[in-house]
């Protein structure tokens, strides 16, 4: 054997041994699988065990990084929790409403908007007052997701919010809850200075109503109640409009066609 090919055989194997060793450090799992195949366990029950097991484990350490020190690895931890559909994190969410930097803030109040769970209600209401625009229109935003009832009488307060984000969010809001008690404040948001908020205060009425802003409400008539089946001018589908067919049958097995065709020029 030549010295060549013992060295290309002895680096294919060390490349295989790096390759499997990586994996299994990248991936544990695929060595306890491969030991559990091999002794003949079930596994099955097992892994549903260890995957929630896993996912549980992960939910807490997300839970601890609210409150890290760094505010992007909080607002990830958050971000996380809601793409998770953690509702277990609900609580520890509304306590880290507290936090001083307001994109923290308002990335919780979408958290908190998505996850959808009435107990992040009062955080929600109270955010409705923050000193932040964005808060203020985040909150807004996402007690319309929430769609609990009992948010209607504190949105119905902040239509009057001095920002046209915040009251725009606020009539959407309104609309998506689908409370009759929002009408007067929606028909006085129809007066809004912003053509937004009039446009937002007509569709919400429309939803709370029952109705469609893209129904018309009177369909006109047909003006031609019978109109032609067949509108083309020519409707014989022959370019030779003038066909002269004569057909004579002398018995049951002989047919003699004639056929005499009469051109037009036009």
């Known amino acids: 054997m030549s010295p060549v090919t013992v060295f290309f055989r002895t680096l294919l194997k060390s490349s295989a041994i790096f390759v499997g060793a990586a994996t299994i450090v ?40 609210l409150k890290d020190t760094d505010a992007g690895v909080r607002r990830q931890a958050a971000r996380a929790l809601a793409q998770l559909n953690s509702r277990r994190a609900v609580p520890a969410l509304v306590a880290a409403m507290k936090d001083a930097d307001a994109d923290m803030r308002s990335t919780i109040i979408s958290a908190l908007g998505e996850l959808g769970d009435s107990r992040a209600l009062p955080a929600l209401r109270d955010a409705l007052k923050d000193e ?56 006085l948001a129809l ?7 009039r446009r937002s205060a007509a569709m919400a009425i429309a939803e709370i109503g029952g109705g469609s802003p893209n129904v018309h409400p009177h369909p006109r008539p047909n003006p031609n109640p019978n109109p032609n089946p067949n509108p083309h001018p020519n409707p014989n589908p022959n370019p030779n409009p003038n066909p002269r067919v004569r057909v004579q049958v002398h018995s049951a097995t002989h047919v003699h066609t004639a056929v005499h065709v009469v051109p037009v020029v036009r």
């Open 26 to 65: 990248l991936n544990p799992s695929l060595e306890w699988r491969r030991a559990s195949y091999a002794s003949g366990a079930p596994m099955r029950g097992t892994a549903v065990g260890a995957s929630q097991a896993g996912n549980e484990a992960a939910i807490d350490g997300l839970i601890v990084a």
């Open 191 to 197: 007066k809004d200075e912003d053509a937004a908020i």
């Open 132 to 187: 932040v625009v964005t808060i203020r229109a985040r909150a807004a935003a996402a007690l319309g997701d929430l769609g609990d009832r009992e948010a209607v009488d504190a949105l119905i307060a902040a239509a009057r919010d001095k920002s046209p984000e915040v009251r725009r969010k606020v009539v959407a809001a309104l609309g998506e809850i689908g409370d009759s008690r929002a009408l007067d404040t929606l028909t």
